[in-house]
């Protein structure tokens, strides 16, 4: 009977102080925790889990407040502007500016993620994260960029530029001009390799693009593989289904690989035999206004040469994320003034007119015969246009 008393009074005090423990390490924790919470509410804007390497050539070139444009396509103006939209704050990881230079490197080069992994120091899994997160965000704020007209004011301005393209006031009512591009890529292996491979040969996906009078897009459409024709790829697109633009009354000018229609939009496209000087000389006035759009597609190849003037080696269906946020960045490089003269060496895309022929006879024939005569009748503008535009 005294064995077990004693045993049982030893079991007693082990629990105790076993319990005693377990409270001290509770409060200990609980006492950590809240210097951890204290902590970052106190110093939240500090903290930082990432280091930044100003002695990179490529960072230190431009905190140091260096031409920009070697090594990221764009003026200091432009790339303030992007920041200035892209602005998001982060709680953790790298901040906007880097990320988002690591992104306009990634453009510029045309590099593969190990070269702008060696040239910012970091590593090569980070890079591919951060150049997928960037091209999110610069999509995410596309349409404040790439946009539609929304006043009268800006439709007759727009008008007005094209009438003076065109050196003729028919044209007045021209809103835009509407063409596609070819983007060169590395074709996914499998079945479906064929479909990429448009009719000359190489694999490209289509960017379907509006510009207006000064170059600057109103509208793409990017992601059909470069077998599909001109005309298909403006049939399934928002702009067509949805009637959307240009507005009742308006018009934009194509080239023969679409079909002359009024509805459900309103294209005017050139007549395929001109065999009257009136409607020789409609052509001419009209591929004086259209040739605005080859321009645009041309400043951007020559901007992003890397991007558009060799196959762009990322998957598929990553690849029109690429391509919207060029033309992104032109849209905004042309609103700060940052102009660069197109190649004149690029190869400028061929009419495809076959399956427009049905279509426009139907549709369009009467209207652009009338708009024909308008320009045989009517007296031509001042040639006063200029490409640039000016900040504000």
């Known amino acids: 009977m005294f064995l077990f008393v004693l045993f049982y009074s030893m079991f007693e005090e082990l629990q105790r102080t076993h319990n005693r423990h377990l409270l001290e390490r509770k409060k200990r924790r609980m006492l950590r925790t809240k210097f951890i919470r204290f902590y970052r509410r106190r110093f ?27 090594d990221f396509r764009l003026t200091r103006e432009s790339l303030n502007k992007l920041l200035e939209l892209l602005h998001q704050q982060r709680r953790h990881g790298w901040g906007t500016t880097l990320q988002t230079l690591v992104f306009l490197y990634w453009l510029a080069c045309g590099a593969s993620y190990r070269v702008v992994s060696q040239a910012f120091g970091m590593p090569r899994p980070t890079i591919h994260r951060i150049i997928h997160r960037v091209a999110d965000e ?37 809103v835009g001009a509407i063409d596609g591009c070819h983007v060169r890529i590395k074709p996914p292996a499998g079945p479906d390799e064929q479909c990429y491979k448009n009719r000359k040969l190489f694999a490209s996906i289509l960017l379907q693009g509006i510009c207006d009078h000064q170059g600057a897009f109103l509208d793409i459409f990017v992601g059909y593989p470069g077998s599909v024709h001109d005309s298909r790829v403006l049939k399934n697109s928002p702009i067509y289904n949805q009637a959307k633009y240009p507005p009742q009354g308006f018009f934009l000018l194509g080239d023969g690989g679409y ?68 033309t992104m960045l032109h849209n905004i490089c042309l609103g700060v003034g940052d102009i660069i003269q197109p190649d004149d060496s690029q190869e400028e895309e061929e009419d495809d007119v076959e399956a427009c022929n049905q279509v426009e006879a139907v549709s369009g024939a009467a209207w652009r015969l009338r708009l024909c005569n308008q320009v045989s009748a009517l007296q031509d503008v001042n040639q006063d246009h200029d490409y640039i535009i000016h900040p504000n």
Do not use: W
């Not at 490529?58 to 905190?63: A, D, Q, S, W």
């Not at 459900?264 to 004086?288: D, E, G, V, W």
């Not at 206004?289 to 990322?314: H, N």
């Open 138 to 174: 610069v999509i995410a704020i596309l349409p404040k960029v790439v946009a539609l007209p929304k006043t009268e004011e800006h439709l007759i301005q727009v008008g007005a530029g094209f009438a003076s393209l065109t050196n003729h006031q028919a044209f007045g009512r021209a």
């Open 259 to 326: 079909p002359c229609t009024e509805k459900p939009i309103a294209i005017m496209t050139p007549f395929k035999n001109p065999a009257s000087p009136s409607t020789q000389r409609f052509n001419a006035r009209l591929s004086k206004g259209r040739s605005i759009i080859e321009r645009a597609f041309g400043m951007m190849k020559t901007r992003f040469r890397a991007i558009f003037l060799q196959a762009l080696e990322v998957h598929p269906t990553f690849a029109p994320k690429v391509i919207a946020s060029c």
């Open 44 to 70: 939240e804007a500090d903290i930082k889990y990432c280091r930044l390497n100003l002695h990179v050539p490529v960072l230190e070139k431009f905190f140091d407040g260096g031409d920009t444009k070697a």
